[in-house]
Structure formats: C-alpha cells, structure tokens
C-alpha cells in the first residue's frame, strides 16, 4: 500500500514518529485503505477527513503516512508555545492556526507556505468530534476550504470508520480484542474550480464547504453501507456547544 515519495523517503523526525505510533495502531487495528491513488504523491494539498473518536488522528497520521506522505496537521497556535511540543511540531512542518484570526490572510499565508514547500495538511473540516448521535459528519466549518481556496490547492475528501470499536466517542480505549478493522476511504478532489477567487463574495465559502462535507458523508454511507442523514446535524439547533465534551 505504501508509495514511494521523496517526501517520506527523505530521513526526518517523522520517521522517529512513526517507529513509535505505527507499532502501537498496528495493534490496536488493522486499518484497510482504499483509494489511495487519489492523495497526490507530491506537492501540497488540504486532506479533510471526518471526526468520530478521540483515537482517530492517530489512525488517519498512520493511513497517510503508509500512502507516502507526511501526516501534518493544523494545530492550535497555543501547543507552538509549548516548550518540546512546540519544538516538535515546528520540526515536523504542522501548521498553526490561530483562533480569532482574520481568516483571509491567515489561510493564504499558510497556503503559500504550504505550496512552496510541497506539504499537504490534514485539517478537520468539522473542527471538533461529531455530535451526530449515529456519528454521521455534522456541519462543517469554513477552515478546509478557505486554505484550499486560498491557495487553488487539490481538496481531497477521506472517510474513515471502525474505531468506535476500540475507542467510542469519549470513552476508554480498548486493547483487546486486537487488530479490530479500521477502513479509510480516499475521495476524488472535490471541484472548487469555480469558486477559486471568488471566496470574499457571500455564500461562496458556504457553496464550498456544502460540497466538502457532502463528498466525506457521501464516502462514509459506501464504507458503512448505509443511507446517510439528508441533513447534517447543526449543534446549534440541538442547544450543544461546538468545543468540549456532549
């Protein structure tokens, strides 16, 4: 499954990472990736998957790197303060974001960076854990798709499912059984071509972000093999905040 890329074949602290967190998944699930083809093998790109347990970062760092890239993520500008962690997450190319931030000029700024560099960055369009009860992808924030924008860069979709086995949505994690199935499907970019340019004017980022999230829920429903929602859930419309726990 793995494919060489200059980018993973390239000695970095990744591959110190990698010795430690791909033993461990190895354990816990034996993750099946379809797909693949469809995440560029160079060059930088926004992948925005969906969010449904604690663990699943970990899962979706190690799908990435076994397609040969590099598993980057946006993080809080807060964790780059940290003494070590900020050291580390500088070292291996994550991306900051800062809350509050004028959103146009942060996400071309990162966008340019990320394209003159070659990167790709895994960004969660949903922003938190999903508060659908039957953990469908709820509504999506505009984070994914103003970078991809910003920066005309390939917007590739993923849908991953099975690690409500091990790890439900805050609950414990669960050693045993080991090796429980994780399936991670990769999309076709979805088509933003028309929007490119035009991400100041109203309901733009809306338009963009409707077909985001649709393409992720879409790959969801043909990995479980069920009908999804014909509305995403809004946790504004169910009294539930967006940042914490249920």
Known sequence: MARASRERSRPSLFWLLAAVVVPFVGWIARIEIRGADRLPREGAYVLAPNHHSEIDPLT?????????????????????????????LRATGMVPVTRG??????????????????????????GTLTRDPDLWPMRGKSGAVRLALAGDLPLIP???WGEQQFMPRYGRLKLFPPRRRVTVLVGEPV????????????????????RLMAAITGLLAEIRGEEAPTERWDPAQHGQNETGRL
């Open 158 to 160: 993923m849908a991953h």
């Open 60 to 88: 979706v760092a190690v799908a990435t790197w076994r397609m040969g890239r590099a598993p980057r993520f946006m993080a809080k500008e807060s964790l780059f303060r940290v003494p070590v962690l900020g050291a580390a």
């Open 191 to 210: 088509d933003l071509s028309d929007l490119v340019g035009r991400e100041h004017e109203k309901g733009v980022l809306g338009e963009a972000n409707d």
């Open 101 to 126: 931030k004028a959103g146009a000029s942060q996400s071309m700024a990162q966008a340019t960076e990320l394209a003159e560099n070659g990167r790709g960055v895994i960004v969660y369009p949903e």
